[in-house]
């Protein structure tokens, strides 16, 4: 075999081999983890959007009245949730989307806005509880409470949910 000939299969190889990448690189789909976290949408889940979910396929957690479980990044939904408040008043029902896989993100929609995640920590009991249940990745509701609060001149609002608390 001469030099030229192998000099010339690896060049046709390593050409191949970029333009494998190249078009790889077109067609993957490619998702921002932060850029699509605080838009105001309506997603394929959710009873209350009225896009697809049936009330029969929600599982319904039970009403406590006790409204004090916190969720995360209500700072960064402000203007959501003043939305949802004026939009659905203080008392409305939570939509909570968890992964079917443990340790993914659950959101959780008021209406048609998403207002925020579970904390970690949170996220993932509230999946093994659902897992436990047979319900693993099911939408699911709560009922849920917008409030506000002032803080010197600053109006914030949050959301707290009627859900059990998580043991650790």
């Not at 060049?11 to 850029?35: E, K, T």
């Not at 009991?125 to 509701?141: D, K």
Request: aromatic share 8%; with cysteine.
């Amino acid at each position: 075999m001469r030099t030229g000939d192998s000099m010339s299969e690896l060049v046709m190889v390593l050409g191949g081999a970029a333009a494998v990448f190249l078009l790889w690189s077109l067609v993957r789909p490619r998702v921002d983890p932060a850029g699509d976290l605080y838009a105001l949408a309506v997603s394929d889940f959710g009873a209350a959007a009225g896009n697809g979910i049936q009330a029969a396929d929600l599982h319904h957690w039970q009403a406590l009245g006790r409204f004090d479980f916190a969720i995360t990044d209500t700072e960064r939904h402000q203007a959501v949730l003043h939305a949802a408040l004026a939009e659905l008043g203080p008392l409305c029902m939570a939509t909570l989307h968890a992964p079917v896989e443990v340790g993914g993100r659950v959101e959780v929609r008021v209406g048609n806005h998403r207002v925020g995640f579970l904390f970690d920590g949170d996220a993932s009991r509230f999946q093994r509880r659902l897992a436990y249940e047979s319900r693993a990745g099911q939408t699911s509701q709560c009922g849920a409470r917008i409030v506000t609060a002032v803080e010197g001149s600053r109006k914030t609002v949050s959301i707290l949910l009627d859900l059990k608390p998580f043991r650790h």
